[in-house]
Structures are given as structure tokens and as C-alpha cells.
């Protein structure tokens, strides 16, 4: 409690203080005068006197009758038996009156014995002569006695109801003066819970204030967030136009004969570029971090096949730099494990490449494992280097964003790839940890959160996948792109409808429901992919519906809502269009580096499944009518046509392997500008250049 009370602000700590004061005084007054009250209102209820004074008025009553039975004895000695009774109901109330109740009134004045005493010696005188009998001598004594005790008896009761008559006014003049003490009071309590409720309305006031501020200040944050997104999406967008023209134009003169110093200073123009590509794409992973835009696309990974690309990958750059590098898998890891394989192996890359970065002698260590967390499978790996190492106080910043260490600023760096790497694991259930110490080298602890699964069998070389007795409508507004899934769905043995609207689904469906699959791209005319499958599930249609689209993948909740059963991503290869209609599950593309701008031809055609020649002509095809949706988007004037012009220009590039051009012109459709254009077109021509370069013209079909 002491505690609590330190750890309070002084200002409230003041005010506790302060209201305690003011209640334990309220407490003690009322107290008090609850005190004074109750023993003034003692003397105001005193029944026990009030019936003693009735006994005094009752006497008075006696003592006139007493009186006239003496008179009447004088004249009738017949009324001596009246007279004897009349003595001793008189005795008797004189002897109750003598208990306290004048003596209430009057305590020990003259006038009380004054009254007392005559009575008491008359009493004194006649008792013997009533005991025996008396006499009419005694009956005239007794009223020659009677007669000189009745004028100040007469005059006692008088004094008597005087004082009585005070007491009544001085009981009503404190029971007044008590009813304005207890009106004080009651105002004196009003005021305090007045002000309590004032000091109470006053913070309530400043806290909503203060919340609303917070609401303010929230807001404030996540406008300039948004704005520092779509700051930084345009000047990406701005930079990567010209850098595409750098990179491409530079690989172009690599393709060239040139001598060594010439070749030499354009591979140093090359790697610039790609540097800087990269450090573009980190920028805007941690845009996506922060704004929350971070999606995760699950699929089985083979922990084996990880293993064996990292070290591919880093013993060549280890024994460059002479260092033992060594990478173990855990026999207790599962083979096959679900999760977003991509984000893992660019976390585990930058780990292990920063441990290669920094250390220039020892061993690079790494430990790849899972432990049970009790609510799911915790995927772990260990990086332990031999290298500089981090001190305490500057392992606070090493995760801050665009911030190095003293020994980052001596290996260089941008200080953005932690900071992406723990978004990632966070977002996916885990984190980073580090422990270091100057110059003893690191540990990096990295664990996110994956399920055990059954790796999907390996194709055989010459497997063949199958859709025999399955039939399958596709819905696709590009021409290119439909022949190209209406060609690779006939030769697994499927039959196929297509069309390039959503209506026409509907109508086909309509006419015929036994359709097995439906494949919808996303952004068609009229009626776009999500529309038709929400059209289909409301005539209880019971086939699968494929969503296809080049952009980012939709809200699961909007897939489920409209009744897609899955969404495949543009470039999809055979196997994925065949495992999408069989509803089997598909591994997500390979992440790259910096995209060529023409996928090699073996990579082209296992993505499309077609001979080389096939694969010239789509892909000269498929140039032809990006070049006409480029004109179509000029001459438009609305944005979300433009927007689809675009959009549909990507999807055929990323499907004829133009990876490079199919970048240039999601960037056109995200942030169109003129300069996006521009270079989308100089990528076009750069493009058409190298296709021309592989196969003859022969093969390329006039635009």
C-alpha cells in the first residue's frame, strides 16, 4: 500500500491527503454535535419529570378537596369517615411528590421548603389523632391549620406552573436552536459533497479532454503513417523507374562484348542498382510492418530443403572470408512444417548474413530446432557468431529502425534489416532476441510459430498431372492469358469453356451446372471475379471457384463470404493452375532478387508447359496486347480504367515470364504518373528486344 501510495503523482497524493483531512473533520464534528444534540434533546424528552410535575397538579387537586372535607367535618361530624379518606389520598401524593419532582423544579430554593415543610408538619401533628379517631376539637384545629397553610400552598402551585411555563419556552427555544444547528450541518455536508463533486467533475472533465486529445494525437499518428506510406510508395515508385532503366540498360551492355576494365565498371553499376533495388524493397517492408499490411501466405515447407539453400547459399561467403560455417538441423524438427516460408527464409538470411557481415575470425554457428510452447509448435534457430560482439547499452537501439550500432557504422549498412526481421516473427507469432557482449561475439535467438504438416509428394520429372473427366469454365477478359489456361487445362485432360466476362459464366453455369471448377480472374469487366462466384454460391452452385489475380490477395474474410474456395497469384505455373482445380494445395512462387526481364527458357517453360516455340509466340503475343492496353490506358479517362488497363497488362506479363516489365507495371497501376509510363513502355521495348534476341523472327508474329 505504501508503495502504491509513493508511486502516485505528487499533485494526486497532495489531493488524497488533502480529502482525507477534510473528511476525518467532517467526521469529528458531526460526531460532536450529534453528542451535544442527543444531550440537549435528553432534557427536552425527561417524561419521568414532566409525569412528577402532573403529580404536583394532581396534589393541588387533593389538597382543595382535603380542604373542602375538612369545612364540611367542621358543620356535619357525619363526614369525619370523607374526611379521614380525603387525609390519606392527600399523604399518599404528598409522600410521591417528595421522590425528586420539585426538587427538579426548583432544586433547593426557599420556596421548596417553604411548601415541604408546613405540609410535613401538619402530617406530623394529626397522624396520631386520624389513627385513633378523631375528634371535632381536633377537626377545628385542623382547619384553623388548614386555613393557615392554604395561601401559600395556593401560591407554591402557581410558582410551580411557572416554572414549568419556562421550561416549556426554554425547551421550544433549544429545540429551535438545535434544528438550525442540524440545517448548518446539512448545509455544511451540501457544500462539502458540492465541492468533492466539483473536484470530481473537474477531472473527469480533464480526462475526457486529455482522452480526446490521445483520440486526436491517434489519429494525427495514423493520418501522417498513412501519409508516410504513400510517401514513401511514390518516391519507391520514383526511384525504381529509373533504376529499372539503369539495371536493364546495364545488363544489355553486359550482353555485349566489352574488355575487362569496361565490364568491370559495369558490374560495379550493376550491383549499385541492385543495392539499391533492395534497399528500396526494405523501406517499404517496414512501411507494411507498421501499417499493419504484413499478410501471411502459409504453405508446407521442407525443413530439409531450407537447410540445404542457406548453405548453398553462405558457405561460399564463410570460407571467402576464411570462417567455419556450419548449419544443423534438429532431428526432433518435423520435415514438413506449415507457415509463411518466404518471410522465415528472409529472416533466417539476414541473421545469418549479418553474422558472416561481423565477424572476421572464428566460426558462424547455426541451429535450427522447435520446441513446444503448449498452444502450438515454436520453430526456433540459433545464430551464434564469434565476431565483435554488442554492448549492453547499444543492444537497446539495435532494433530500431535506420538506427547502427558502432560496429554496424563500421561494415555499413542501412540499420533496417533487424527491424524488418522481428516485425516478421512477430507477425508471425514469435520474436528476436540477443544476447552479447562487447567482443565476445553474439547470439540471435529467432522463434515463430508453425505447425507440423505432410510435405506434398515430389513430381517426377516426367509425371504429367491429370484432370481427366473434370470440365472447367474460365473467366478471363485477356485473351493471352486465357489461351495460355485453356491450353495447359486441355493437355492435363480436362474439358474447358472460357469466356471473357463473368456474365457469360453465369449464363454457361446457367444452362449447364455440372461444370467441376470455375477459374475467375479478379478484375473483369462488367462483373468482376468475386461478383460471379457471390452470383454462383446464391444459385447453390457446389463446384469449386479459383480466384486468379495479379495484385495482393483479398481479405480471407471476403474470399469466404463470396464462396471462393481459393485464390491463386499471377505467374502460376502448370502444376499450380492442375493443383488449383484439383483443390490441392499450392506452394507459394520462390521469393527473387532483382527480376530479370525475361524468365531463363527452361524456368518459361515449366511455368507454362510448352515447347520453346509455343513459348516465343504467347510471349510475343502477349507483348503485342500489353502494348495495346498501354495505348487503351492513355487514351482513358477514368482512373479505375486506367487502373484496369494496367492490371491486366501485369497479369499477362507475370504469365509470359516478363517478370521485370510485370513490376513496372504493378508500380503504373498502384502510383500511375507519367514517369511510370514512360519507363513501363522502356521496359516494353527492352523487353520485346530481348525476346527478339532468343528466337528467330520467325517466330515472333507482327504486332
Given at each position: ?7 502516485m503523482?505528487r ?13 476525518c ?60 379518606l ?17 426538587n ?12 415541604l ?11 396520631p389523632?386520624?389513627e ?7 377537626v ?5 391549620v ?13 410558582q ?9 419556552v ?9 434544528g ?17 463533486a ?12 486529455r ?13 501522417a ?20 532503366a ?8 553486359l ?5 575487362d576494365?569496361q565490364?568491370r ?12 533495388t ?22 508446407p ?40 516460408g518466404?518471410k ?23 541451429l ?12 526456433r ?21 535506420f538506427?547502427?550500432?558502432?560496429s ?9 534489416g ?5 516485425g ?7 520474436d528476436i532476441t ?5 567482443g ?10 508453425a ?8 513430381q517426377r520429372p516426367d ?32 474439358t474447358?469453356?472460357?469466356?471473357d ?27 468482376d471475379?468475386v ?8 444459385r ?13 490477395k ?18 502460376f ?25 525475361l ?12 515447347t ?20 487503351q490506358?492513355l ?28 513490376h ?11 514517369r511510370?509510363d ?17 528466337t528467330?523472327l ?6
Open positions: 500500500m505504501l508503495a502504491f501510495l509513493l508511486d503523482p499533485r494526486v497524493r497532495t489531493a488524497l491527503w488533502v480529502t482525507l483531512f477534510v473528511l473533520c467532517t467526521l469529528a464534528l458531526s460526531t460532536w454535535f450529534e453528542y451535544q444534540l442527543r444531550t440537549q434533546l435528553s432534557g427536552v424528552t425527561d417524561y419521568g419529570a414532566q409525569d412528577e410535575l402532573w403529580n404536583t397538579f394532581a396534589m393541588n387537586r387533593e389538597f382543595m378537596q382535603f380542604v373542602a372535607a375538612v369545612r364540611l367535618a367542621r358543620r356535619d361530624p357525619g363526614a369525619l369517615p370523607e374526611l379521614k380525603r387525609y390519606d389520598i392527600l399523604a399518599g401524593r404528598v409522600l410521591d411528590t417528595q421522590n425528586g419532582a420539585l427538579s423544579l426548583f432544586g433547593n430554593t426557599d420556596t421548596y421548603r417553604r411548601l415543610a408546613p405540609v410535613n408538619g401538619m402530617f406530623k401533628a394529626f397522624d389523632a386520624f385513633r379517631g378523631i375528634t371535632p376539637d381536633e377545628e384545629r385542623l382547619n384553623r388548614v386555613d393557615a397553610l392554604e395561601p401559600n400552598f395556593y401560591l407554591s402551585m402557581q410551580i406552573q411557572s416554572h414549568f411555563s419556562d421550561r416549556l426554554n425547551n421550544e427555544r433549544l429545540i429551535v436552536r438545535l438550525d444547528w442540524r440545517m448548518a450541518m446539512l448545509v455544511l455536508q451540501f457544500l462539502l459533497l458540492l465541492f468533492f466539483a473536484i470530481a467533475l473537474r477531472e473527469l472533465w480533464r480526462s475526457e479532454t482522452s480526446r486529445e490521445l483520440d486526436d494525437a491517434r489519429s494525427a499518428a495514423l493520418e503513417s498513412a501519409a508516410k506510406t504513400r510517401f514513401l510508395a511514390g518516391v519507391s515508385h520514383e526511384m525504381r523507374t529509373p533504376l529499372t539503369i539495371i536493364g540498360y546495364t545488363e544489355q551492355a550482353a555485349q562484348p566489352r574488355d576494365a565490364r565498371q559495369l558490374e560495379h553499376v550493376l550491383q549499385s542498382g541492385n543495392y539499391l533492395g534497399l528500396i524493397g526494405n523501406v517499404l517492408d517496414v512501411a507494411k510492418i507498421e501499417a499493419g499490411r504484413v499478410q501471411l501466405q502459409e504453405a515447407l521442407s525443413s530439409a530443403a531450407v537447410a540445404e539453400a542457406l548453405s548453398a547459399l553462405f558457405e561460399p561467403q564463410a570460407a571467402a572470408k576464411g570462417l567455419a560455417f556450419t548449419l544443423t538441423l534438429d532431428p526432433g524438427l518435423p520435415p514438413g512444417l506449415l507457415l509463411d518466404g522465415w527464409q528472409q529472416i533466417l538470411i539476414n541473421l545469418i548474413g549479418n553474422a558472416i557481415k561481423f565477424t572476421d575470425r572464428g566460426t558462424v554457428r547455426v535450427l530446432d522447435c520446441v513446444d510452447s503448449g498452444d502450438g509448435l515454436l520453430l534457430a540459433m545464430v551464434r557468431d564469434t565476431g565483435l560482439g554488442i554492448a549492453p547499452e547499444e543492444q537497446d537501439r539495435l532494433f530500431n529502425r538506427e547502427q550500432t558502432a554496424g557504422k563500421l561494415v555499413g549498412g542501412t540499420g533496417l533487424l527491424a524488418i526481421s522481428r516478421y516473427a512477430r507477425h508471425m507469432g514469435g540477443v544476447d552479447s557482449a562487447a565476445h561475439g553474439s547470439l540471435f535467438i529467432a522463434t515463430v510459430r505447425q507440423p504438416t505432410t510435405l506434398p509428394a515430389p509425371a504429367q498431372p491429370s484432370l481427366h473427366g473434370l470440365r472447367v469454365a474460365i473467366a478471363e477478359d485477356q485473351e493471352i492469358n486465357r489461351e495460355l489456361m485453356r491450353d495447359i487445362l486441355l493437355r492435363a485432360g480436362a474447358v469453356f472460357d469466356t466476362n463473368g456474365l457469360s459464366i453465369l449464363d454457361e453455369l446457367g444452362r449447364d451446372p455440372g461444370y467441376d471448377c470455375v477459374l475467375l480472374d479478379y478484375n473483369m469487366p462488367a462483373l471475379g461478383s460471379t462466384a457471390r452470383a454462383l454460391r446464391a447453390r452452385w457446389p463446384g469449386r471457384a479459383v480466384l486468379i489475380s495479379a495484385g495482393l483479398p481479405d480471407e474474410s471476403r474470399l469466404s463470404t463470396a464462396g471462393i474456395d481459393q485464390w491463386l497469384p499471377k505467374p505455373s502448370t502444376l499450380a493452375l492442375v493443383q488449383a482445380v484439383r483443390g490441392e494445395t499450392v506452394a507459394p512462387p520462390a521469393a527473387a532478387g532483382t527480376a530479370p526481364l524468365l531463363a527458357e527452361a524456368d518459361a517453360l515449366a511455368q507454362l508447359g510448352c520453346a516455340q509455343r513459348w516465343y509466340e504467347l510471349a510475343a503475343r502477349g507483348l503485342a496486347r500489353i502494348e495495346t492496353l498501354l495505348d490506358r487514351a482513358e479517362a477514368d482512373d479505375g480504367e486506367r487502373r484496369r488497363h494496367a492490371h491486366s497488362a501485369r497479369g499477362i506479363a507475370l504469365q509470359i515470364g516478363t517478370p521485370r516489365l510485370a513496372a507495371l504493378g508500380e503504373l497501376e498502384e502510383t500511375p504518373t507519367e511510370g514512360a519507363a513501363a513502355r522502356d521496359l516494353f521495348r527492352q523487353t520485346l528486344q530481348a525476346l527478339a534476341a532468343l528467330p520467325s517466330h515472333i508474329p507482327a504486332p
